[in-house]
């Protein structure tokens, strides 16, 4: 098992541009959660996906920032205008359903993806 | 609502000294509580948990954590640092009743072990 991919690793844009971030879940794995990680609000959960739905996305910023599951497999994180305070690292978790399962509890976090706007 | 805190920002150590980073934390009812650790340029790794059962659970890396009812805190020790465990870590909870499955993580605390 691979883990969590997150892709690019590094992103490096200038204000006003298109970002897309990308995240392979592990296979089996039925939820899927972006969060953001800046050194003044710490971890902040952006929004999750059961079974690559939306479920709660009450913590994306602003209408700039969208996420899709199109399939099992992969999701996309895309900010669009993108500016310099949305600079951060961004992960991306996933966890299998039912809880219990093979004794899984938490989450396994991607790499993370490091965006700088400048 | 669920919530934890890490009320240090920081835990500076000797290298084989004992270490513990504190955590509290809010549920309604019984938690599930988590540590993870991050080192730098890196995604957060899953050290140890508490689900039910003794309240002394043993992770990773010989991290230990001891679940509190009473205080409502699960501290994270491990009884001789390595400088290897210089790292920053997350304690999170989980209200089990919640269908949601969400983690909610603490501030974090930066652990430097020096030499």
């Known amino acids: 098992d691979a883990g969590v991919i997150q892709s690019p690793r590094h992103e490096v844009t200038e204000m006003g541009q298109e970002v897309t971030l990308r995240c392979k879940p592990i296979s089996g794995h039925d939820y899927l959660f972006w969060y953001r990680q800046t050194m003044m609000r710490g971890l902040e959960l952006l929004i999750y996906f059961n079974n690559n739905v939306p479920i709660d996305d009450s913590g994306m910023p602003e209408d700039r920032f969208s996420a899709k599951m199109p399939n099992a497999s992969f999701s996309t994180l895309k900010i669009q205008p993108s500016e310099p305070r949305d600079s951060a690292v961004y992960f991306c978790a996933s966890r299998p359903l039912p809880e219990g399962r093979q004794g899984y509890y938490g989450y396994t976090f991607g790499s993370g993806t490091r965006l700088t706007v400048v | 609502a669920q919530s934890v805190a890490q009320p240090e920002d920081q835990v500076n150590v000797a290298e084989g000294n004992p270490l513990t980073v504190k955590c509290t934390y809010s549920v309604s009812g019984n938690p599930y509580l988590f540590w993870y650790v991050q080192y730098p340029n890196r995604g957060l790794q899953f050290l140890l948990k508490?689900?039910?059962?003794?309240?002394l659970v043993k992770g990773s890396y010989g991290f230990e954590a001891e679940f509190n009812k009473s205080q409502t805190s699960f501290h994270l020790k491990k009884p001789s640092a390595l400088v290897s465990d210089s790292a920053l870590y997350f304690c999170?909870?989980?209200?089990?009743?919640?269908?949601?499955?969400?983690?909610?993580f603490g501030a974090g605390t930066t652990v430097t072990v020096r030499a």
């Open positions: 999170a909870v989980r209200d089990p009743r919640s269908n949601d499955y969400k983690l909610s």
């Open positions: 508490y689900i039910t059962g003794d309240n």
